[in-house]
């Protein structure tokens, strides 16, 4: 039987023929030998799919997946499902990595028993080529459980982002977490990865190259990925009440809370002037805030979930449908 690699390096794939090749040519080319990358193409219509099969012929130790269009997160799903590793690292098509992102984060897990090893990276910008690194950092060392939550959950120094790290797979499917269909399906459940490692290696070091897209999740924010956003935080809130943990980290939630609130705000005003539609606004705020207090209430329970979707409206709707 084929020995499996230490690592599986999982990356979701949809029309991103611009930046593929860097992004197979970076992963390729690692100073870690002892991995494989599965390659989940999601329905591509462009040339990805032809790039990636290329590169399977190459290289023995690239699979690709292809499938029908269901999202990122169905396609993370099925690549956990089908990875080999003891570890997981995820990609993202439209970045790339140092040569030594993978042997800097497999030695910071091997050498001090983390189950999940953390770097940082660089904002890229994809047309200009621009490059500063992300700000808010920890020192290299080595976090306790209950030191690594508090911080995931504030998603400051530690980010809820799955590609900059370095994840042991069983963190995944011995508790049966699962990338949710959804916008920000990372926040969502990146605490209940973390609430379950042993501890987590932080590494100060830029290793990771994200490229900041028009098109992106974040470039392309829309009254349903708003609204996803705070039922990401109402989905951690479940988290913790469903084990026991919400009274242990209520002020690092807390934290969470008024910056997704800070966030939301800002993505709301930027919906109504990209429209030059500011009938509703205001309405759409208070809907954000009162939201957001749901998810910080003393109590909160599965039926709450169910307040957090279309919290925020089109102007277009509103403008439809609004009473003065």
Sequence with gaps: MEKAPKISVIMPVY??????????????????RDYEIIAVDDGSTDASAEILDSYARQYDFIRVIHKKNEGQAKARNLAIQQARGEYLSFIDSDDFVKP?????LYRACEETGADIAYCYYYFRGSKNGLLFKYPFRCRTGVLSTEAAMKKILRDTQLQSLPWNKLIRKRLFTDYE?????????DLAIMNAVFAHANRVAVINEALYFYNMRETSTLGTMDAKKISDYIRAVGITRLFLENNQLYRQYRRSFGGLVRKTCLWCWMYVAGLHWKEKNLRGLARNMRQVTHALRICDAQDFTVE?????YEVVEAPCRLQKNYII
């Design 15 to 32: 029309n991103v023929e611009e930046f593929l090749v860097a992004c197979m040519e970076s992963l390729v080319n690692q100073t870690f």
């Design 100 to 104: 030594e992102l993978l042997e800097k």
């Design 177 to 185: 977490v699962e990338f949710p269909t959804m916008c920000f399906e």
């Design 304 to 308: 709450d979930i169910a307040r957090l």
